[in-house]
């Protein structure tokens, strides 16, 4: 059994349709089912229902995509710490900011680390112009 198999397997149970999870795992479909296939083979059990279009799952394949999740989670898992490790850190990073605050954070940026506006900043006082012919010219005050 291969990882492959398994990630084939949660794309067609996630996409419902065996064209649309190829495409979603960069493979042809032939490619996908024969993958998938193979798998219903080693494992001595019919996972994917299957008619003139995709059907679903069996019950079998039900308890298949249920370890294949937990397998596929645990290697996500070993990369993270292996990589952590490696003395990288690694991750998602959410954040959440309340709706009052996003005027002050998008400033904050616009900033230099002493306070002072960027060039070119909403904040600064002047900015470099154009002329008609699109070539820089002197910076002009805005006030």
Avoid: K
Avoid at 20 to 45: G, T
Avoid at 72 to 80: I, N, P, R, Y
Avoid at 110 to 117: C, E, F, K
């Amino acid at each position: 059994m291969l990882l492959r198999q398994l990630e084939y397997l949660v794309a067609l149970a996630r996409e419902r349709h065996f064209a649309r999870a190829a495409a979603a795992c960069y493979v042809s479909q032939p490619s996908l089912s024969a993958a998938i296939r193979r798998l219903e083979h080693e494992l001595d059990v019919p996972i994917v229902r299957r008619g003139r279009r995709y059907e679903g799952l069996t019950p079998e394949g039900e308890v298949v995509l249920a370890w294949a999740h937990r397998i596929l989670a645990e290697q996500d898992a070993l990369h993270q710490e292996l990589s952590a490790l490696r003395g990288g850190l690694t991750g998602t990073l959410r954040l959440g900011v309340v709706p009052t605050a996003l005027p002050a954070a998008s400033s904050s940026r616009h900033r230099s680390a002493n306070g002072i506006p960027r060039p070119g900043s909403p904040w600064s006082r002047s900015r470099p112009s154009t002329s008609p012919t699109g070539s820089p010219s002197s910076s002009s005050t805005r006030r």
